[in-house]
């Protein structure tokens, strides 16, 4: 039988963060790597069946959420969270051998990256003129290939290396603990419980109304399932003040006290879609929710055990 590999895209040129947490997969290593300008394109790919999976950003630890992944996700494809990655990021500012700060007019880079990195080049490169390129290794290689001695670009450090390029400035984020979260996707197949698990909703609003917003979280905190994230987002096509949330819940679809909040929320609400059940990076945290669960299923005992004595 043919040995069939699998492709997975994302977000190029090499160099890039996205790629340094795909090669801590060790599981992925034998996979094709696929490279896309940008991460709609990395998804376009997944959904039409170009590439088999999707390695995408879609959060950090100091802007928050990279909106135009979960809008992606959220709004315009229909996939399914596989797994998330965590990697600790360092960003650094680097030009050609022998530009030093002073000389820097311009600084090239995805703009969450520079966004991130926000006092130090106001601080070191007040001069440098900020432009967006497609990824942070983008940058780097336009910088190489493209511009003079007065371009800079923020990447990570490999980038340098990779496009020989020097380091100016290490480790400019502007706050300690820097980290990406990025998710694997694809069409289809929701991975088996493994104990420590996030589930991601998208909930749309019956209506705009007072307490609307409550009447969504209720349903999570009766249960006792905490949130680990929660994002509001314009729903594109209701107009100003029509919004969605985009709900990071731990715990798994095959979770009897998640299921019952989905299942609240599918009768309740205008629509639900499911992003996916996963594994979650990080500690484990799943102590509270086996202690619910094991709550829920007790009350539940206890109504069943009512309903036994039901007269005919």
Not at 43 to 48: S, T, Y
Not at 155 to 171: H, K, T
Not at 251 to 268: C, F, N, T, Y
């Amino acid at each position: 039988m043919e040995h069939v590999t699998l492709k997975v895209g994302f977000l190029g040129p090499l160099g890039t963060f996205t790629e340094q947490a795909l090669k801590t997969q060790h599981d992925l290593a034998a996979c094709e790597l696929v490279l896309f300008r940008t991460m709609p394109d990395v998804l376009d790919a997944v959904e039409a069946g170009d590439v088999d999976l999707g390695f995408v950003a879609i959060e950090n630890s100091i802007e928050g959420a990279v909106n135009l992944t979960q809008d992606e996700l959220a709004f315009n494809h229909n996939l399914l969270i596989q797994r998330e990655v965590v990697l600790d990021i360092e960003h650094c500012l680097m030009a050609k051998p022998g530009t030093t700060l002073a000389d820097v007019r311009v600084v090239l880079s995805i703009p969450v990256a520079t966004a991130q990195c926000h006092a130090y080049l106001r601080s070191h490169v007040p001069q440098a003129e900020l432009r967006a390129a497609n990824s942070t290794a983008e940058g780097a290689r336009l910088v190489a290939e493209e511009y003079d001695s007065g371009a800079a670009a923020v990447a990570p450090r490999i980038a340098a290396d990779l496009y020989g390029l020097e380091v100016i400035g290490s480790d400019i984020a502007d706050h300690p603990g820097n980290q990406t979260r990025f998710v694997l996707v694809a069409r289809q197949g929701v991975p088996a419980p493994s104990g420590h698990d996030r589930t991601a909703l998208v909930i749309y609003q019956r209506a705009d109304e007072p307490g609307s917003l409550i009447s969504i979280l209720q349903e999570f905190a009766a249960r006792r399932i905490n949130l680990s994230n929660l994002i509001s987002r314009p729903t594109k096509d209701g107009g100003l003040g029509d919004y969605c949330f985009i709900v990071y819940a731990d715990g798994h679809i095959a979770d009897e006290l998640l299921a019952d909040a989905a299942r609240a929320l599918h009768s309740k609400q205008g629509r639900v879609k499911f992003l996916g059940s996963y594994p979650a990076a990080g500690a484990h945290a799943e102590s509270a929710r086996d202690h619910a669960d094991s709550r829920w299923r007790d009350a539940d005992d206890w109504v069943e055990s009512l309903r036994r004595q039901i007269v005919d």
